[in-house]
């Protein structure tokens, strides 16, 4: 009677990512089984759990060695406290600037008289020979690119309002004034082209003015008669100050100064508008070859005028802060390049203080590119948490600095950004030979070292 032979029991699937264990092999270790275990565990990790992991590291290894870190970063904060402060107030100067030429009017052109020569040659300075007349003020009205032109007749005299005086520069002017220097009235108005035809005895008051005669009687100015030169005029209107020295001053009718107050035939200088800043060079040109045609000068004859224009000082003043902000940039790049070097000296100090810390990391699955990525994150942590003390410590010295001088508090996004790139993208340099110094550490060698 033949034996039947028994069926073959039914074999369960092996589960995925399970090492097959065959008759023959040795069966596995706790140690293999554990490091299998987490060789499986890292293939199935998400693409950021990762960076995660290395951020958690890096951010405890700096917590343990908090005052080391603190000490660290400290280079950094100084270094970019330092830029921002001197950046911050370089623009607060520029703004100043700005200000002040557009106040005066950044594309008007002053045509000023010439300056007297003795006979030795010798000059006796700018304005100091009277050559401008009306009629030359007249001859610059429609030129190419000239939107308006204002003769100027300045007079200095003392201004008697019941018992308050006030010594002040009377100007006499045609209405245009007002738009060629881009004054605006607080109270009251402009005179007109009528008051000036008819030599009407009104005036126009500067801040400064206004508040030396009318503040210690309260009056309201408006209406109110002053006596300039023996001449009684009427205020009609008050302007809103400008500033750096501008409105200690009184504007009157050119044609009622002339007569009233200075009776000659010439004139300090004359006020030209061109239409826009990049027209100024071609107004000046224009000007020039025009009041040489009215004084008859011969070719090669030194001019009797002269001709100024704020717009070549800010061009000039805008070429020296792009240069000091060059040198701005190079202080910043020097100064963190230190707290680059910094980063990386302790950065070394740590990886050696780490050596069996790597080790153990690296036997039990870390790659070369976590090890790297951890040290270097630590890197960018001191960084970034360095230019953020830093940024605020330099907003705070900058605004202190242009609060004190009086200039404008101006923030643009280069103030910002340029320290804290320069000091990422130096941090990142200096940083990715101590990581990668630690990733290439051979782990058997690492585990040798005694902690």
């Not at 107050?261 to 004139?267: K, P, S």
């Not at 060079?281 to 070859?289: D, G, R």
């Not at 910043?332 to 950065?347: P, R």
């Not at 994150?377 to 907003?395: D, H, Q, T």
Request: overall charge neutral; aromatic content about 6%.
């Amino acid at each position: 009677m033949s034996r039947s032979t028994p069926s073959p029991l039914p074999t369960r699937a092996s589960p995925p990512d399970v090492v097959r264990v065959e008759r023959n092999a040795q069966p596995a270790t706790p140690l293999e089984s554990m490091f299998s275990q987490m060789n499986v565990q890292a293939h199935r990790q998400r693409p950021g759990s990762k960076l995660a992991a290395n951020f958690g590291s890096a951010t405890e290894a700096l917590w343990a060695n908090r005052m080391r870190s603190i000490l660290t970063a400290l280079g950094i904060i100084i270094g970019i406290a330092a830029v921002i402060g001197a950046l911050t107030l370089t623009q607060g100067v520029t703004a100043l600037f700005n200000q002040t030429i557009a106040s005066l009017g950044a594309s008007t052109v002053y045509v000023l008289p010439g300056a007297a020569q003795s006979s030795s040659g010798a000059s006796s300075g700018a304005s100091s020979k009277q050559t401008l007349t009306l009629s030359d003020a007249q001859s610059l009205v429609g030129l190419p690119h000239v939107a308006a032109a204002s003769p100027v007749l300045t007079v200095s005299e003392q201004v008697v309002y019941g018992k308050e005086n006030w010594n002040t520069q009377i100007e006499g002017v045609n209405t245009q004034a007002q738009t060629i220097q881009g004054w605006t009235l607080a109270q009251g108005k402009w005179f007109s082209d009528d008051d000036n035809n008819r030599e009407a005895a009104v005036a126009v008051l500067g801040d400064t003015v206004m508040h030396s005669l009318f503040d210690n009687t309260g009056t309201n100015p408006l209406g109110q008669k002053i006596r300039m030169g023996g001449a009684l005029f009427t205020v009609v209107g008050v302007l809103s100050p400008k500033g750096s020295g501008q409105d200690d001053v009184i504007f009157a009718p050119f044609n009622t100064v002339r007569v009233r107050l200075n009776n000659i035939t010439t004139i300090t200088q004359v006020l030209v508008s061109a239409d826009s800043t990049t027209n100024v060079t071609p107004v000046q040109n224009e000007i020039a070859t025009v009041l040489r045609k009215n004084h008859h000068l011969a070719n090669g004859a030194t001019d009797d005028f002269q001709t100024v224009s704020f717009s070549q000082y800010l061009d000039r003043f805008q070429a020296a802060s792009q240069i000091l902000t060059f040198l701005l940039v190079g202080i910043a790049s020097i100064s963190l390049t230190v707290g680059g070097i910094g980063i990386m000296n302790i950065m070394l100090v740590s990886v050696t203080e780490r050596t069996r810390e790597i080790g153990i990391r690296m036997s039990i699955g870390a790659r070369r590119s976590d090890i790297r990525n951890q040290f270097l994150i630590e890197a960018l942590l001191l960084c970034l948490a360095g230019s953020a003390a830093g940024l605020l410590l330099g907003l705070l010295v900058g605004g202190v600095m242009v609060h004190s001088f009086g200039m404008p508090f101006v923030v643009t996004p280069t103030t910002i950004l340029l320290p804290v790139t320069v000091s990422v993208a130096i941090t990142v340099i200096f940083g990715l030979y101590p990581a990668v110094r630690a990733a290439r550490l051979n782990p058997i060698e690492a585990l040798r070292t005694e902690e």
